[in-house]
């Protein structure tokens, strides 16, 4: 009989070879190089990771809705598979139960026998549960023209010259009309009075904001009207401004160009010549009168001016004591 401590069982042999077997193997392991055992640690970590998502994602697959929906159409699938199998054997029991003929006919040979299938039908096929539709946001109304405001004119400088409300000088775009002294001044103001003034009107930028005197540059348009191109048709304006003088080319330039060319700026009337002085009395004019002159004046040479006259002459030929000097044909008024 072994001797063996007290209150100790001897192990089996064979148990007592393998925890050798194992502690040898993890004293090897202990001996390897530091690096080693990282890298096999780490390698063994990074495949039990690996491991664990993967089940992780099959579980989650599994119960995820969609798996659940794969699962039932399979499901579903199968049941409709089973019920048309299912249905040859109960059409063909009457069959059966008929006298077999003598003859073998084609519908009895093994290629027409009860173990035929019916003609599969294609399965319907599952329709996916619709996504929620997303809530309908309004369509965003469009802006208006940031280059167009609208406010009322309160004041007409001249033809192509407004005042707003606003207290802002608008320089109509692309015309030009009459300045003050020259004719028909007071007609395009008048017009571009009936227009627009006291009236709501559009103003709409083009190109340059202002001009070197601070004035808005603006095409304006009241009730759907071109003021501007109205002023050009009616031959109070003249298109102005544009390409064609180094001002740029404008969007509404084409077309007051064309009404430009088909109405002429309007012309004034010409002003009444002077009527003729009046011929001198017979005996007025004496040997030394000047016959350029009347009332007699001394004749030239020797030159006379105002200072020795006591009267206004009228040049009723040339001036040439240079006595007229605005070129009215009335000399030395001063004298009146």
Known sequence: MSQHAPGRYPLPEGSQD?????????????????????????????????????????VAVMLSP???????????????????????????????????????????????????????TPSPTPSPTPAPAPSRTSTPTPTANPNE???????????????LDSGDTVRISGIDTPERGECHFDT????????????????????????????????????????????????????????????????REPDYISADDGAPLQTCAPEPAPAPAPAPAPGQQGANCDPNYTPCIPAFPPDINCGDLDVSVRVIGT?????DGDGDGVGCEGND
Request: glycine share 8%; aromatic share 4%; charged share 30%.
């Open 18 to 58: 393998v925890g050798a077997q194992k502690r040898s193997a993890w004293q090897r392991f202990k001996r390897w190089p530091v690096v080693l055992r990282v890298a096999t640690l780490g390698c063994g970590g990074l495949i039990a990771l690996f491991v664990l998502a993967l089940i992780v994602a099959i």
């Open 66 to 120: 969609e798996g659940a929906e794969e699962r039932a159409a399979e499901t579903d699938e199968q049941e409709l598979v089973l019920e048309e199998s299912e249905e040859p054997e109960a059409s063909e029991e009457p069959q059966e139960s008929e006298e077999p003929s003598e003859e073998p006919t084609e519908s009895e040979t093994p290629s027409a026998s009860p173990t035929r299938t019916a003609t599969p």
């Open 149 to 163: 405001h609208t406010a009322v004119v309160v004041r007409i400088i001249d033809g192509d010259t407004v005042e």
């Open 188 to 251: 395009a103001s008048a017009r571009m009075g009936e227009l627009v003034l006291g009236k709501t009107v559009t103003l709409t930028r083009d190109r340059e904001d202002t001009d070197r005197y601070d004035r808005i540059l603006r095409y304006v348009d009241v009730d759907g009207t071109d003021a501007g191109i109205t002023l050009i048709e009616e031959g109070l304006a003249k298109a102005r401004y544009d390409s064609r003088d180094g001002y740029g080319f404008h969007t």
């Open 319 to 323: 001036d040439v004591h240079g006595l």
